[in-house]
T-cell receptor
């Protein structure tokens, strides 16, 4: 079974630029998550989708971050404009349903300079 | 509000000795509890979960965890540590009434040959 796919693996951008990350979850998984993991901290949920609907985006900085999952399968997370403090690993995860375990992709390491 | 604490940033153990990585939680209802492991430059890998049933749950790579409701703990254990177990371990909790899978700050386990 293929795992959660994320791209790119690494990205370096200057502050105030925009960036987008892509995630393809495990086939059949209805729930998709985007987490931000800052070095030395645990992952923090940014947004959670159930199929193509948002169920939790309470910690998403909506003035600069956006995410979509239009067809209920793959998803993109965008940051525009980026700030230095956005430097982190962005993890995508999926689960069969909301209350089952989540499986994570390898993440995208973003460096904002 | 739900929360999870991992009181030790670092745990060192000699190869072959038993290991314990501690986790305590706070939720309003009956918790769903998870352990994940993260190797360098990799995403999080699911180890085990407690949803209901037996307090002792067994997971991947010989790990197990014991759910203790009175102490609100879910410590990760392994009878005999391997050098390859050296990694970052995260405890996570979900309140069944909430959407968010909330992670602790992580414990770095080092197994000394």
């Amino acid at each position: 079974e293929a795992g959660v796919a994320q791209s790119p693996r690494y990205k370096i951008i200057e502050k105030r630029q925009s960036v987008a990350f892509w995630c393809n979850p495990i086939s059949g998984h209805a729930t998709l998550y985007w987490y931000q993991q800052i070095l030395g901290q645990g992952p923090k949920l940014l947004i959670q989708f159930q199929n193509n609907g948002v169920v939790d985006d309470s910690q998403l900085p909506k003035d600069r971050f956006s995410a979509e999952r239009l067809k209920g399968v793959d998803s993109t997370l965008k940051i525009q404009p980026a700030k230095l403090e956005d430097s982190a690993v962005y993890l995508c995860a999926s689960s069969l349903w909301q209350n089952t375990e989540a499986f994570f992709g390898q993440g995208t390491r973003l460096t904002v300079v | 509000a739900q929360s999870v604490a991992q009181p030790e940033d670092q745990v060192n153990v000699a190869e072959g000795n038993p290991l314990t990585v501690k986790c305590t939680y706070s939720v309003s209802g009956n918790p769903y509890l998870f352990w994940y492991v993260q190797y360098p430059n990799r995403g999080l890998q699911f180890l085990l979960k407690y949803i209901t049933g037996d307090n002792l749950v067994k997971g991947s790579y010989g790990f197990e965890a014991e759910f203790n409701k009175s102490q609100t703990s879910f410590h990760l254990k392994k009878p005999s540590a391997l050098v390859s177990d050296s990694a970052l371990y995260f405890c996570a909790v979900r309140d069944p009434g909430a959407n968010n899978l909330f992670f602790g700050t992580g414990t770095r386990l080092t197994v000394i040959p």
